[in-house]
């Protein structure tokens, strides 16, 4: 078999400190093996992220057998995210990612204009890249359809938190704690984990917990499934809006969220939801010889 020793290019970005290896690979030459996933993610032996964004059409990722088929709304010229967590699993959806991986678009120059669509295993999510320069993007997400579901738990910190389950194309469980402050949110200690409900959650769960709202913002940490304790989540920023609306009896409108990694505006209206945040593209570069037998 012939293997390419082609370099392979990289960048670093973030999204409110949810932080990403991006990895373009239009046409699907490079094997996405969980393990090397979880190398390249490692923050002592490789880059280091909270997960990998490879940039691909739709259509070669289709041919390459790595997705089934094209998701909803997604075509096969599509810029196409294929998002993977740190331990190398994949997920249907991450809204920080968008962001990050809207921003690459755009500054590689592979897409013209400021609104395009993005390809994600929930389908397509339109965005707006209201500002891009110096390594920095402003950009908005169109999040689609959330659904929020029955009420479940979660345990967190050795304390039992209610939550409501949300879906926006990938499993939250939010948890709107009336009687945690700011304060008491961060000195809450997630090293250990979080526990939650496996029949509710067969294939796992992002579990948020959220300050009550006040004068239009809450404040959120999360645990990702298949990541643990991240700076920012966009899809669960989502999830934390439509919850913390609830509570205060709404389903519709919109909140500053805080999370330890910065601020990003979310909304839910009857048309579905979206986020609005920044990006930071840190570095570029290809990665060392010995990833190529990994990769290719
Ligand atoms: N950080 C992401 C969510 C990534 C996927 C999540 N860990 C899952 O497994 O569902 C975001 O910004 O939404």
Redesign the pocket.
């Known amino acids: 078999m012939m293997t390419s020793r082609a370099p392979i290019p990289f960048l670093k970005g973030h ?1 409110t400190q ?1 932080d990403f290896v991006v990895l373009p690979d239009p046409e699907v030459t490079l094997s996405l093996r969980p393990e090397s996933v979880v190398a390249l993610c490692d923050r002592r032996r490789g880059l280091g992220a ?2 990998l964004l490879r940039v691909a059409r739709a259509g070669a990722l289709v041919d390459a057998g790595v997705l089934d088929g094209l998701p909803t709304g997604v075509t096969a010229d599509d810029w196409f995210m294929d ?1 993977r ?1 740190a331990d190398g ?1 994949i ?7 968008v962001r990050v991986f809207a921003h690459f678009l755009t500054h590689a120059g592979l897409v013209t204009g400021a609104e395009f669509t993005v390809g994600s295993r929930a389908g397509a999510r339109p965005v707006h890249v209201h500002s891009a320069h110096d390594g920095l993007a402003d950009v908005s997400v169109d999040m689609g359809t959330v659904t929020v579901g029955p009420e479940s738990k979660a345990t967190v910190a050795r304390q039992v938190f209610g939550g409501v389950v949300v879906d ?1 194309g ?3 469980l939010a948890c709107v704690v009336d009687e945690l402050d700011p304060r008491a949110l961060a000195a809450l200690d997630l090293t250990s984990g979080v526990e939650f409900d496996t029949a509710v959650f067969p294939t ?1 769960a ?1 579990v948020e917990v959220i300050t009550a709202p006040r004068d239009g913002r809450v404040h959120m940490r ?1 645990f ?4 643990g304790e ?1 700076r ?6 989502v999830a934390t809006a439509a919850a913390a609306l609830r509570a205060e009896g709404r389903d519709i409108g919109r909140l500053t969220v805080v999370v330890p990694g910065g601020e990003v505006q979310a909304w839910v209206d009857g048309d579905g939801s979206g986020l609005r945040g920044p990006s930071e593209l840190v570095a570029e570069g290809v990665l060392g010889p010995a990833w190529h037998a990994a990769l290719r």
């Open positions: 999204g949810n909270d997960g998002y967590n699993s997920a249907e959806m991450c809204g920080n990612g926006v990938n499993p939250h796992g992002n999360v990702e499934r298949g990541v991240t920012s989540c966009g899809t669960g920023i």
